[in-house]
């Protein structure tokens, strides 16, 4: 999404990180806890001194009205012009609707002469993501705000994971994805209708958890891969894959990674690879390049 135009002066900048779920989207909606990493791409939001609330950009009512509710929220008022830049994608599952609710609420902050910490933009944009998602976990906004590799469970303060070694990360993008919105309702009513089945997906998924901090912690990728791959394997049982998705996991594996999974909604959107060096991440990003696939490391 592009900056259009040119408004008043800029009263306040703010910076939100995009995301990718390494273990435990859905489930976390549901109480389990889950892994996600913020991501060296950004949403930039600027915010100057306007007669009432005005876009300098495209968007639609949902936006819309994340913006009026934090901007209230955070500024007290919704007199701004309000533009924006973003180097990720909308509607890819990287978090985007998160890293924007982020950025304004830091840029709102500054304009009204505060600088808000991690936890105040996490909690203001929080409010955006109800707007988004109707039922946010309050995984993307978190990680929009803190980046970092965190352990996140609803209701409780997110946890800074230690991570022991690096890891190489690929991000390929299917293509457009379903709404968020109706991703959470379809696993929802999974939950209604198969209260069992679901009963044990989600244990089976607090395993991978377990699982996924101890082989970040020691700096075990291979370990990391096959968690991943078996996180894939549950959200897939509930129809959340696409033979695109499919095609990108089988690329990827065949090119020597460790790992691949649906990051994010799914229904399209977005895969997380993981590759055992950089030399085979670079291999694999350049075998996805039509998925518009980027690397990307965590930790030392
Ligand atoms: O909207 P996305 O694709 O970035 O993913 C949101 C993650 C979910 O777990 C599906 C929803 C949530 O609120 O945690």
């Given amino acids: 999404m592009e900056r259009r135009g040119e408004g008043s002066a800029t009263l306040g900048v703010g910076t939100g990180y995009g995301?990718?779920?390494?273990?435990?989207?859905?489930?976390?909606?549901?109480?389990?806890?889950?892994?996600?990493?913020?991501?060296?791409?950004?949403?930039?939001?600027?915010?100057?001194?306007?007669?009432?609330?005005?876009?300098?950009?495209?968007?639609?009512?949902?936006?819309?009205?994340?913006?009026?509710?934090?901007?209230?929220?955070?500024?007290?008022?919704?007199?701004?012009?309000?533009s924006v830049e973003s180097e990720l994608q909308p509607s890819a599952g990287m978090g985007w609707s998160a890293s924007y609710s982020v950025a304004l609420a830091r840029a709102a902050g500054k304009a009204a002469g505060k600088e808000l910490t991690r936890k105040e933009a996490a909690d203001a944009a929080f409010e955006g993501e109800k707007v988004f998602h109707g039922n946010p976990s309050g995984i993307d906004n978190t990680l929009a705000a803190f980046g970092g590799v965190m352990l996140f469970e609803k209701g409780r303060e997110a946890e800074p994971l230690k991570v022991g070694g690096r890891f190489y990360f690929v991000i390929a993008n299917s293509g457009k994805k379903g709404t968020t919105k109706e991703l959470v309702d379809k696993v929802s009513s999974l939950k209604s209708s198969e209260p069992t089945l679901f009963g044990e997906m989600m244990g089976e998924e607090d395993g991978l958890v377990d699982g996924a901090v101890t082989a970040l912690g020691e700096g075990d990728a291979e370990k990391l891969g096959g968690l991943m791959n078996e996180n894939h394997a549950l959200l897939a049982e509930m129809g959340l894959s696409t033979p695109i998705i499919e095609e990108i996991r089988k690329v990827a594996l065949e090119n020597g990674a460790l790992g691949a999974k649906i990051t994010g909604a799914g229904g399209g959107g977005c895969v997380l690879i993981l590759a055992p060096e950089e030399g085979k991440a670079k291999g694999i990003a350049k075998k996805l390049a039509r998925y518009s696939a980027f690397e990307f490391t965590v930790g030392e």
Avoid: Q
Wanted: net charge positive; aromatic share 6%.
């Fill in 19 to 82: 995301k990718a779920i390494l273990i435990g989207e859905h489930f976390v909606v549901h109480g389990a806890r889950g892994i996600a990493l913020g991501i060296p791409k950004k949403t930039t939001v600027r915010v100057g001194k306007a007669e009432s609330l005005r876009f300098l950009f495209e968007c639609g009512d949902m936006l819309k009205e994340a913006t009026r509710r934090i901007l209230k929220r955070v500024a007290g008022n919704t007199d701004y012009e309000v």
